[in-house]
């Protein structure tokens, strides 16, 4: 990946008082609950709110409830977080659950006089909230990393998996890989890392020479690096998947991590700790945001809300930071100035830069990771900015 240059104007955390690091296990979910917190405030009528005249109304969508209830709750006080650290009076965040009804909670946001949606979380729900959203010219910052679903009003906030795939070819060919081949799982998953493999290594010059798949959720995946290891004729290896069954097929590939092919993980080894365990991935490499930043935001989330936050609430802290932004230049009552999310030079928040992409789709700056001797040390740092 290319360096560039951040236009220091554009920084979104100006003014912020947490700038965060670490690397951990996302947790299962929040093992206190949460003090009483001044925003978001959940689910209103569409009467419920005070008129506005000086702040801009901001829909947060995402489920409160049922099995990614956790997940929204974190994210939203991430919210309220970002609030409280910039000292913001010019923004009011309203929380809608989507859990049971992503349609009914987007209109009751359209019907509250939101000027733009933070959300949702899961990118089978955008249709709904869009088929709202669109006819009162509201556009959505989603959470989701399915790309399928931007759009001109559709901006895509997740971290994508093709990027880290992307990066960590080109680092690879950097220092001499060739041949390259692939384990992937069936599913859209494994789709869409094939998809971005094949389009890195022909982006790098490098020759693809095969590429297994496997159902998870069984022993398919041994099989796969068997048969992949039988053909040969490779130097590098994808394996698509998370620590565990990459641990098993780079058993096949490196016995005891003997041998010379290079793996390649994906952003699903971020936090991993049992890839620092495993001798059979000692030299793999894989990309993802940094962590520099996210250690501080955990320990203050911890302070406020008594639990650890799910990896993924950054996501709604930088939102918020984002609305902040933009809302140096937009008046209040009229609609959201699209037009400056797409900023060439970008913006930087909790993971590092980032800018939106004509199509919608959010890119990042990513570091390059290695295991070694027990732990994960970054061999190509991030990228200050575009």
């Not at 419920?48 to 049922?66: E, I, K, N, W």
């Not at 000027?115 to 990118?123: A, D, E, T």
């Not at 989330?301 to 609430?313: A, E, K, N, V």
Request: aromatic share 6%; net charge positive; proline share 6%.
């Amino acid at each position: 990946m290319k360096r560039w240059k951040l236009d220091r104007r554009m920084l979104i955390v100006a003014g912020a008082s947490v700038v965060l690091a670490g690397c951990q296990i996302i947790p299962k979910g929040p093992t206190a609950p949460p003090p009483p917190a001044p925003a978001p405030t959940p689910d209103p009528g569409p009467s419920g709110l005070p008129s506005d005249d000086t702040r801009h109304r901001v829909a947060l969508l995402v489920p409160m409830s049922g099995d990614n209830g956790g997940v929204g709750q974190s994210i939203a006080n991430a919210t309220t977080m970002a609030l409280l650290d910039t000292n913001a009076d010019n923004l009011r965040i309203t929380t809608y659950d989507t859990s049971s009804d992503a349609r009914g909670a987007a209109r009751r946001a359209i019907a509250d006089g939101n000027r733009l949606i933070l959300g949702p979380l899961l990118g089978e729900n955008v249709a709904q909230i869009v088929a709202e959203a669109r006819p009162a010219d509201v556009p959505l910052i989603s959470f989701s990393n399915d790309t399928s679903v931007a759009g001109a009003d559709v901006f895509i906030m997740g971290h994508i998996p093709d990027q880290s795939i992307t990066r960590s070819v080109g680092f690879a060919r950097e220092r001499g890989a060739s041949r390259f081949a692939a384990i992937v799982p069936d599913g859209e998953y494994g789709r869409r890392a094939e998809l971005a493999f094949s389009g890195a290594v022909r982006g790098v010059g490098g020759q693809l020479v095969a590429t297994e798949r496997y159902t998870r959720g069984n022993t398919s995946i041994v099989s796969a690096a068997q048969r992949l290891k039988q053909a040969g004729g490779y130097d590098t290896v994808l394996i698509a998947d998370g620590a565990r069954l990459a641990t098993q097929a780079a058993g096949e590939l490196r016995p005891r991590g003997a041998g010379a092919t290079q793996i390649i993980g994906t952003e699903l080894w971020s936090g991993e700790s049992a890839v620092t365990r495993a001798s059979a991935l000692r030299g793999a490499l894989f990309s993802a945001v940094s962590d520099a930043r996210f250690k501080r935001f955990s320990d203050s989330y911890s302070d406020r809300f008594g639990s650890q936050p799910y990896r993924i609430s950054t996501l709604g802290y930088d939102s918020v930071l984002l609305a902040l932004r933009v809302a140096q230049d937009w008046r209040v009552g009229r609609s959201f100035p699209v037009s400056q999310l797409r900023e060439s030079s970008g913006f930087l928040g909790l993971d590092g830069p980032f800018r939106f992409q004509r199509n919608g789709v959010i890119e990042r700056a990513m570091e390059v990771r290695e295991v070694r001797d027990g732990q994960v040390v970054i061999v190509s740092p991030a990228p200050s900015g575009f």
